[in-house]
């Protein structure tokens, strides 16, 4: 320590902490560390100096020094619930919960009046999933201080992770009229309109949080997503470099979804799903290790336990595609768990899908009222040998509960298209187009390469009803292409390469969906700019599943986004007998479509460039004849393809399961898996009609 200055006087003591405070404010860490330092060496007793240099500390994970200084202050002002207050920051920080709810109450004891402390003790509440006290919590703070800004954040977030949203809206729109700057307050009223999909408002907060603090941590992405559901591109370009650029610092910039859709990167989006996952899901070793139970697979007795986890059991474009599988798996030598976290739409046709879906299960479990400790441990009580999350980094998913090591296997399929980044994911499936050998570097995972990717249900209910064109809006006599792809999936590139297809093609129109009434307008908007008439573009309206595959009938050509390419849809098209254009990337996501018809042998419709993409949708357009002939390949060659044989993807998948297993039992780490193509036996698969 250096040596005490003899001439301080108190006037000096009190400009330094003046000093020491505007410097700590200011983040400028170690100036205002010397300058507390130096006043201890005058003062040793000096209350605030001890309580703020150690409240630094904590900033700066120096928990040690922290501590220390911390209860320093409150053995110097034991009736000052100041630094009780902030003991319970600095224990919740080291997740030691009990006395950080200790420090709390002890500070309330002292002060029943301190706002600061029933707020901090609200969120630890929130935390500690104990609603009913958190919710008191933060009404008492908003009693004592009504404007207390934080308070009304606070528990506007605990009311949207409640489902109470009309509430959480209130608490957000009080908070930012006391204070408009209020950054947190917007950041999360947008992530609360993106979840009511109010993508334009959403935008709106999102654009004036980035002005008043660009680093929020994924900010930047979520801003990005909202514009794109809402096809706003006026700054798109430039954020998209700052995307790219923060993923080359290693920063939380952007949720990994939102990444598939603006970069075709397959190094950057590996980054920001390993952010993403090292952020929210950390490995977990709380439950302890597990190892898999030696099984004779050549016993008939000895079933193999596999899990699906999703939050999509119901009419969702997840289980559209899988449903039969669960139905067509072999009962003799598996049995099938369902994890269930999905919350249930109040629709017909949601509540048909999870009727069927709970009698292909053997076991179906509810996990939404369990956090994912208590939802891995119930994996792991029901010895379960392969986990499938079928939800990745999107809504509601529970990969999180996977963190735990849930089952000694544990796989990636569908619902996420690309990478999660967490090391406790074990496998993911693809096939050979989706990933090619040279791209595995760029999974955290290690690949199940099936003959095929994609399973799709033979017993989609397609509606006997007749459409006519004029009936939707669409010309009698002209070539209709469309895509039913979501807003958020349509770069501005797509767009573009729309506009000069249909410049091409004389009378031609472009047959999109109408996501949100916005993204409506702002196309439109767009194509006038290009030079376009907006009448071109006609806008349908999202129809009940099987109408909803009915009215592909009526179109001549789907035309594919990129870099985010159509799933489901793309086979939707495919199965109505649709001929679907692509453009195939690096990525996962960029590569679907091209997947999707690999699957029905139909590789000329996939193009590696812009132009050659815009090449094709146009010679097609101008060359019905030749259009017509690939619909009649295409319905030919529909019987015999992989892509609608279910039954052999579960046999091939099966398969597959057994051989992970088996390393795993072994005690081997994970390895690339190939599975082989399988006879075909078309006659007992069709598709319903």
Not at 386 to 399: E, M, P, Y
Not at 458 to 466: N, Y
Request: aromatic fraction near 10%; hydrophobic fraction near 40%.
């Amino acid at each position: 320590m250096n040596a005490p200055h003899p001439l301080a006087n108190t006037m000096d003591v009190q400009s330094w902490f003046e000093e020491a405070l505007v410097q700590h404010q200011g983040q400028e860490f170690g100036a205002a560390k010397k300058l507390y330092e130096r006043i201890l060496e005058v003062d040793p007793n000096h209350f605030d100096a001890n309580h703020l240099l150690g409240m630094m500390a904590c900033q700066l994970k120096d928990y040690d020094q922290g501590l220390a200084m911390i209860k320093r202050a409150t053995e110097l002002s034991p009736r000052n619930a100041g630094p009780y207050s902030n003991l319970g920051i600095f224990y919740k920080e080291i997740n030691n919960l009990a006395l950080s709810l200790d420090s709390y109450n002890k500070a309330l004891e002292l002060d029943p009046g301190f706002a600061q402390a029933y707020y901090n003790r609200a969120n630890l509440h929130r935390d500690m999933k104990n609603d009913e006290l958190a919710m008191a919590d933060y009404n008492q703070a908003l009693s004592i201080k009504p404007d207390f800004v934080d308070a009304l954040v606070g528990r506007g977030i605990f009311l949207f992770n409640s489902k109470k949203y009309p509430q959480a809206l209130c608490d957000y729109d009080a908070a930012i009229a006391m204070n408009p700057d209020c950054v947190d307050a917007h950041f999360n009223r947008g992530l609360l309109m993106t979840r009511l999909q109010d993508f334009a408002q959403a935008h709106l907060n999102y654009k004036t949080a980035l002005k008043l603090k660009a680093d929020i941590s994924f900010l930047l992405g979520e801003k990005l997503y909202s514009q794109l559901f809402i096809a706003e591109w006026s700054d798109f370009e430039e954020n998209a470099k700052r995307l790219a650029t923060g993923l080359h610092q290693c920063e939380k910039v952007s949720p990994p979804l939102i990444v598939s859709a603006v970069l075709d990167s397959l190094p950057l989006q590996k980054r920001a799903a390993e952010i993403w996952s090292n952020f929210n899901y950390p490995v977990n070793t709380t439950l302890g290790p597990l190892k898999p139970k030696v099984k004779d697979l050549s016993d008939p007795r000895s079933k193999i336990r596999i899990a699906y986890v999703s939050a999509d059991f119901q009419s969702h474009p997840v289980c559209l595609l899988m449903a039969e599988l669960f139905e067509l798996h072999d009962k003799t030598r598996f049995e099938l768990f369902a994890f269930d976290s999905t919350p249930v739409k109040p629709t017909a046709q949601s509540h048909a899908m999870r009727e069927r879906l709970q009698s292909a299960f053997d076991v179906w479990i509810d996990i939404r009222g369990l956090d994912n400790q208590e939802a891995a441990q119930l994996v792991r009580d029901h010895d379960i040998d392969i986990v499938f999350d079928l939800g990745g980094h999107t809504l509601n998913s529970r990969i999180g509960l996977l963190a735990y090591r849930a089952a000694p296997v544990q796989i990636g399929y569908i619902g996420y298209l690309g990478t999660t980044g967490a090391p406790f994911m074990d496998y993911l499936l693809a096939d050979e187009t989706l990933i090619p050998e040279a791209s595995q570097t760029h999974y955290s995972e290690k690949i199940i390469y099936l003959p095929c990717y994609q399973v799709n249900d033979r017993k989609r209910e397609i509606s006997s009803k007749i459409f006519q064109r004029q009936d939707l809006g669409l010309p009698q006599n002209a070539v209709v292409y469309c895509c039913f792809n979501n807003t958020y999936k349509i770069s501005p590139s797509t767009f573009n390469a729309w506009m000069r297809i249909l410049k091409a093609v004389p009378g031609s129109v472009l047959w999109l969906l109408e996501d949100n009434p916005t993204g409506r307008v702002n196309l439109s908007h767009k194509a006038e700019l290009f030079g376009v008439d907006p009448a071109r573009l006609v806008f349908g309206q999202r129809m009940e599943s099987s109408e909803y595959l009915a009215r592909y009938a009526l179109a001549d050509l789907f035309l594919d986004t990129h870099p985010y390419n159509a799933g489901t849809t793309a086979s939707d098209a495919l199965r109505m007998g649709l001929p679907v254009i692509t453009r195939v990337g690096e990525s996962f996501a960029s590569r679907m479509a091209a997947s999707v018809l690999m699957g029905v042998k139909m590789p000329q419709l996939i193009t590696n460039t812009e132009e050659d993409y815009e090449a094709v949708a146009i010679h097609l357009g101008l060359h019905p004849a030749e259009l017509v002939a690939l619909k009649n390949q295409l319905k030919a060659q529909m019987s015999d393809s992989l892509l609608f044989k279910p039954q052999e993807f579960a046999r091939s998948l099966e398969e597959g399961m057994v051989q992970v297993l088996q390393r795993a039992t072994q005690g081997l780490a994970p390895q690339t898996i190939r599975i082989a193509p399988r006879r075909m036996s078309s006659s007992t698969e069709t598709l319903s009609n």
